[in-house]
């Protein structure tokens, strides 16, 4: 279980949780039994992925953000983003996973290429087992798909008269952002993967989609 919570002003810090049992959580400590936030800003600082560890305000930061991006499929994998900067000039984002089985932050070919673009297409959580064969993720995809056209319907009609362009603006948006990220994912894989990946990515950004609440759709 992974969890944000906002600090002072312009600053955020990630959890991760471990369930011991039904009832029953405990923060999971990195392989270095340090917390989350402590160990995930320096990791990319070394990875050259960001200049500086923004989140304990260096290099004159006024924020330093950890979000919550995404779970893999095999939930092997915790995809999150640091951001953080001086908000007066620029901010600077990275995209780092944690391995649940190993306990470690890595930093993969996929993450190095995307922290170097400039691109706004969504990004996934890449498995560390095998994905499911084409036609599971093709049934997969399909059922997810008509998950969000209701969800979708249900979000436009609770919406305000006024704010229905904004949804429908936001929702084109967001297919743009899911088709670009596709287009990127799949350009590192080998061809006969290409289809399970695409497919893959766009079900775990669909599956993401359905549960943003609905007040949040015009973001």
């Given amino acids: 279980i992974f969890g944000t919570r906002k600090m002072a002003h ?42 500086a560890n923004y989140s304990a305000e260096e290099d004159g930061a006024d924020t330093g953000l950890t979000d919550f991006v995404a779970w893999s499929l095999d939930s092997n994998r915790l995809l999150v983003q640091l951001r953080g900067g001086d908000r007066h000039k620029t901010l600077h984002a990275c995209y780092v996973y944690f391995n649940t089985r190993t ?15 400039k691109s706004s297409g969504l990004a996934c959580a890449e498995p560390t087992d095998p994905i499911p064969s084409e036609a599971d993720l093709k049934t997969r995809l399909d059922t997810l798909d008509r998950q969000l056209n209701k969800k979708y319907a249900d979000v436009i009609a609770q919406s305000e ?21 596709a287009r ?34 015009e973001l």
């Avoid at 306990?103 to 673009?117: A, H, S």
């Avoid at 590192?188 to 549960?211: S, W």
């Fill in 10 to 51: 312009g600053f955020s810090n990630g959890d991760l949780f471990h369930r011991v049992d039904p009832q029953h959580v405990e923060i999971a400590p990195t392989q270095e039994d340090q917390s989350f936030n402590d160990r995930v800003w320096p990791y990319c600082v070394k990875q050259s992925a960001l200049k």
């Fill in 103 to 117: 306990r470690t932050f890595e930093m993969t070919d996929y993450l190095r290429k995307l922290n170097k673009t």
């Fill in 161 to 181: 008269k006024d704010r229905v362009s904004l949804v429908r603006e936001a929702q084109r948006n967001w297919i743009k952002h899911r088709d670009e990220g």
């Fill in 184 to 217: 990127f994912y799949v350009s590192l894989f080998p061809e006969a993967e290409k289809e399970r990946r695409r497919l893959q990515l766009l079900g775990d950004v669909t599956a993401a989609r359905i549960e943003v609440p609905p007040e949040q759709w």
